[in-house]
C-alpha cells in the first residue's frame, strides 16, 4: 500500500500559468481532498470528493477545478496561476460511510510545495 | 467566530514530562468529530488521535490522551512522557455532521511544541 501519493512535491510557476496536480491513493477510499496550508492559517479545504464523478467545493475553491473520474485519482488543476496561490497543497483521503469505520479519519500525502512568480 | 481555537504561542516541555495542547471548538451540531494531527519539520500530517461527539470515554493512543470535555467545548490533547521526536506542530481539527456524511475537515491555526532534552 502506498497511501496516498502527490507529485510533484515541489514546482515553481510564472503568473499564468497552467498545472495540474496530482493525487493518488490505492485504498479504495471513496472521500479525497484537497487543502492549502499558508502560514498563520492552518489548512484550508479547497475542493472535496465524496465519490467518483462527484466533486464539490470547500472553503476556498477559486482558481482552482478538480476533477474526480476514478476512484483513485483526484488531480487539482491551476488554470492561471497567480502569486497568492503559492502554498503547500496537501491531499487526503478517508473511509466512506459504507465502511465499518467510524471516525472518517483523512490521510494526507506528503504535500506539494508549490512557488508563484 | 472561529470553529477552531488554537491559540498558545509556542510551546517548550522538558523531555519525559508530560505536555497539554489546548483545542476548542464552535459548533451547534450535536453529532461531529475531533482530530488532532502532527506536522513534523518534514511536513507530513500525521494522524494522532479521534474523538466522536457522543463517545463517553476520552480517547487514548499510546502516549497520546484527549481530554474532551464537551459542555466547555474542548479538546486538550496531552502527551505524556515528550521525546525529542515530539518536537512538530500540532493541528485540531473538526469534522461537523455525522461519520460519513461529511467528512470535510476545518483546522486551527495550529501549535507548536518544542522538547528540550
Known amino acids: 500500500n502506498a497511501g496516498v501519493t502527490q507529485t510533484p512535491k515541489f514546482q515553481v510557476l510564472k503568473t499564468g500559468q497552467s498545472m495540474t496536480l496530482q493525487c493518488a491513493q490505492d485504498m479504495n477510499h471513496e472521500y479525497m481532498s484537497w487543502y492549502r496550508q499558508d502560514p498563520g492559517m492552518g489548512l484550508r479545504l479547497i475542493h472535496y470528493s465524496v465519490g467518483a464523478g462527484i466533486t464539490d467545493q470547500g472553503e476556498v475553491p477559486n482558481g482552482y477545478n478538480v476533477s474526480r473520474s476514478t476512484t483513485e485519482d483526484f488531480p487539482l488543476r491551476l488554470l492561471s496561476a497567480a502569486p497568492s496561490q503559492t502554498s503547500v497543497y496537501f491531499c487526503?483521503?478517508?473511509?466512506?460511510?459504507?465502511?465499518?469505520?467510524?471516525?472518517?479519519?483523512?490521510?494526507f500525502g506528503p504535500g506539494t510545495r508549490l512557488t508563484v512568480l | 467566530a472561529q470553529k477552531i481555537t488554537q491559540t498558545q504561542p509556542g510551546m517548550f516541555v522538558q523531555e519525559k514530562e508530560a505536555v497539554t495542547l489546548d483545542c476548542t471548538y464552535d459548533t451547534s451540531d450535536p453529532s461531529y468529530g475531533l482530530f488532532w494531527y502532527k506536522q513534523p519539520s518534514s511536513g507530513e500530517m500525521i494522524f494522532l488521535i479521534y474523538q466522536g461527539s457522543y463517545d463517553q470515554q476520552n480517547a487514548t493512543e499510546g502516549r497520546y490522551s484527549l481530554n474532551f470535555q464537551k459542555a466547555r467545548k474542548s479538546a486538550n490533547l496531552v502527551i505524556s512522557a515528550s521525546q525529542l521526536g515530539d518536537s512538530a506542530m500540532y493541528f485540531c481539527?473538526?469534522?461537523?455532521?455525522?461519520?460519513?456524511?461529511?467528512?470535510?475537515?476545518?483546522f486551527g491555526k495550529g501549535i507548536t511544541l518544542s522538547v528540550r532534552p
Open positions: 481539527a473538526m469534522r461537523e455532521g455525522p461519520t460519513g456524511a461529511n467528512s470535510k475537515l476545518t
Open positions: 487526503a483521503s478517508s473511509y466512506s460511510a459504507w465502511e465499518s469505520l467510524f471516525t472518517d479519519t483523512q490521510y
